[in-house]
C-alpha cells in the first residue's frame, strides 16, 4: 500500500510519501504554523504531486493520506479538538472534504505524539512488542501508550498524550502551559530551560548565558565540561523525565519505554540514567521494562501514516 | 444470574449472594490473611452455603463465583501476580480447581481495586458512563480505569490499578512500599500518615498525639476543631489526593473520577477541594470531569462480581 504522509509541525512539515513501512520520497517544508494551516494546504498538495512525479506515481495509485498533527484528534471523525498556537484554524477546517476534493484520497488525521510511537511500533524500536509507551523529549514532552496492542485514545483523544502533564511536583510546582501545576513538561523541556535556568542563582556566572540559544544541547555539552549550573539543570531534568518513565510504567504497564526526541541527541548520558532509575523504582514483579531509544527519529510519524490510512479505511 | 462473591480484605472477608446487581445476603468474616488464604476457603465456602440455605438456594442454582482480591491478577488465567503481605499462598493456590471441587461452579477472579470500578460502573456512581477513573483512599490509594466501556488491564494486570504510585513528587518525595518514590499512596494514605504526622514539630503538642488510633477521621476531626497539625495534614492529603485525580485525568481520558474508600467519611470536606483543584487545573477541552462519591461503599465489589463472572464466561 503507498500512502501520502505529513507531519505538521510548528515550524516545519515533513511530507513523504510511504510504502510497506519505507519513506519512498520526502521533503520538508516551513510550516509558519502561526498563520494557519490553510495556506499551507496548496503547498502540501503540491509537495506530494512533486514526490508522486519523482516516483513515476500519480495520487490514484495511492490507498489515502495519513496526517500526524500537532493537538488532541478525534480519531474516528477527524476532528481537531483543541488549539496550542499553532495551526489555529484546524478546527474548522474539513480536511477530508479538501483531501477529496484535490487529490480524490480518503484522509486519516492523529496526534502526533501517537505517531511517532505508532510508527516505532510497526517499524522501529517498538517492533514485536504490543505493551509499550514512548516519552519524546523535545520543546514539549509527548508521550502514547499502546496496551496489548490497541493504541490508547480514550473518549477525546486525550488517553496516553497527556503524560507530560501528569504532576510531578505537587506542592511548589512550577505553572504549566496546560493550566496544570508541576507537569514534567513544566519541570524539564525546552520551552521551559530559560525560565528553569533563570532561577539558578548560578545561571549569570555560567557558560550557559553566554550561548546565543539556551537549549538541551548546550546544557548537556556545557555539564560535560562541569559547569556547576549545567550539570544541575541536566540532573534536574534527567531526573524528571526518569520519574515520568517510572510514572507510564505504572500509568499503562508496557514491556518497552521508547525515548525519542531532540533531547536524546545526547542519548549517551540520558538513557543509562533512565534505566538506572526505572530498574531500580518500577514496581513491576512480572519483570524488567526496557528502556530503549527511538530508531526512525524524524520518520516515525510519516511511516506511522500507513497504519493509520489501513485502520481508519480497512476495507481499502 | 446469581453468582457468590466474595472481597478478600486485609482484615476482613466480605462474602455475599449477588443477583441482578443486589447483594441478595451478604455476611462478614476475620480474614487473619497473615496467615494465607488457604485455611480461609473452608470458611469462606460454608458461609456461602449458608447463605445460600437462608435463601432457599444451592450452588447449582449460580453461575459462579467471584473473587476481588487485594493484588496484581491475569484475569485471564485467574493467577495471582504479586504479593503484598496478605494471603501470601495465594500465589501457589488453584482457586478454579478448588472453586470446581468444592461448589462445582467457575471461579473468576481480579483486582479489588478494579472490582470497586466495575461495581460502580454497573451499579452506582458511574451507572451511564463508559469512561471513568476511580480512586479509593484508605491503607493505600486504589485506583482503577474504564476506558470506552473496556476495563483497562494491561498484559500484566497493572494498568490503571497503580495510579496511587505515580509520584507527585520527583525529589525530595517519600519511600513507598512499592520501591517508587513520592507515590501520592506515601504522600497521604492511612498506611503512611503517624509517619507523615510524626516528621512534623507540631506534632507532639496536638490533640492527634492523644488519640489511640491515629487515622484520617482523628485528622479531619481535629482539623475542625482548629488543630493546627491536624489542618495541615488534612490540606497536605487532600491537595495529593486532588493532584492524583488530575493525574489520572490526564492519563486516562474520563468524563467522571468516582472517589471511595473509608477516608471518604470526610466526603463534605474532601470534595468540594478536589473538585476546585480538578475545575482549575485538569486540561480537558473538551468539557469538565465530573468529582461524585461512590455509592455502593463496601458493597462495590460484591456487586461487580455478576459482570466478571460474565465477562470470564461469556456462555453461561
Known amino acids: 500500500m503507498t500512502i501520502l504522509a505529513c ?48 516516483l513515476k506515481l500519480a495520487p490514484r495509485d495511492c490507498a489515502g493520506i495519513s ?16 488549539e496550542y498556537g499553532k495551526y489555529a484554524d484546524a478546527m474548522g477546517l474539513d480536511l477530508r472534504a479538501w483531501a477529496q476534493r484535490e487529490l480524490g484520497l480518503p484522509l486519516a488525521i ?30 514539549g514532552l509527548g508521550t502514547c501508550a499502546i496496551i496489548e496492542g490497541r493504541v490508547l485514545r480514550g473518549k477525546h483523544g486525550q488517553a496516553g498524550v497527556l503524560g507530560g502533564h501528569i504532576s510531578v511536583r505537587y506542592d511548589g510546582g512550577r505553572a504549566c502551559s496546560c493550566g496544570n501545576v508541576g507537569c514534567a513538561e ?19 556566572a555560567s557558560a550557559l548565558a553566554r550561548e546565543p540559544v539556551l537549549d538541551f544541547a548546550a546544557v548537556f555539552k556545557h555539564a560535560a565540561a562541569g559547569d556547576a549550573c549545567a550539570v544541575a539543570l541536566r540532573d534536574h531534568s534527567i531526573q524528571v ?23 536524546m541527541a545526547s542519548a549517551e548520558v540520558i538513557l543509562p540514567a533512565v534505566r538506572a532509575h526505572v530498574a531500580r523504582h518500577a514496581h513491576t514483579p512480572w519483570g524488567k521494562v526496557q528502556v530503549v531509544a527511538s530508531q526512525l527519529s524524524d520518520n516515525a510519524a510519516l511511516v506511522a501514516g500507513e497504519w493509520l490510512v489501513k485502520e481508519r479505511f480497512p476495507n481499502l
Not at 512539515?13 to 499551507?40: C, F, H, W, Y
Not at 504497564?253 to 531532540?262: A, H, R, S, T
Open 7 to 54: 507531519d505538521l509541525g510548528g515550524t516545519r512539515m515533513k511530507i513523504g510519501v510511504v510504502r510497506d513501512g519505507s519513506v519512498l520520497a520526502q521533503t520538508v517544508e516551513p510550516a509558519n504554523s502561526k498563520a494557519g494551516l490553510a495556506p499551507q494546504l496548496p503547498v502540501l498538495k503540491a509537495a506530494w504531486l512533486r514526490l508522486l512525479g519523482d
Open 67 to 82: 496526517i500526524a498533527f500537532p493537538s488532541l484528534i478525534d480519531a474516528a471523525t477527524g476532528r481537531v479538538l483543541a
Open 110 to 139: 492523529e496526534n502526533d505524539a501517537r505517531m511517532a510511537l505508532i510508527g516505532e511500533w510497526r517499524a522501529g524500536a517498538g517492533r514485536g512488542v504490543d505493551n509499550l509507551v514512548m516519552m519524546t523529549l523535545g520543546t
Open 186 to 204: 513544566a519541570e524539564a523541556s525546552t520551552a521551559f530551560l530559560a525560565e528553569l535556568a533563570k532561577t539558578r542563582s548560578d545561571f549569570a
Open 241 to 263: 523525565w526518569a520519574t515520568l518513565a517510572v510514572n507510564l510504567i505504572h500509568a499503562y504497564d508496557p514491556e518497552v519505554v521508547i525515548l525519542g526526541g531532540g533531547i
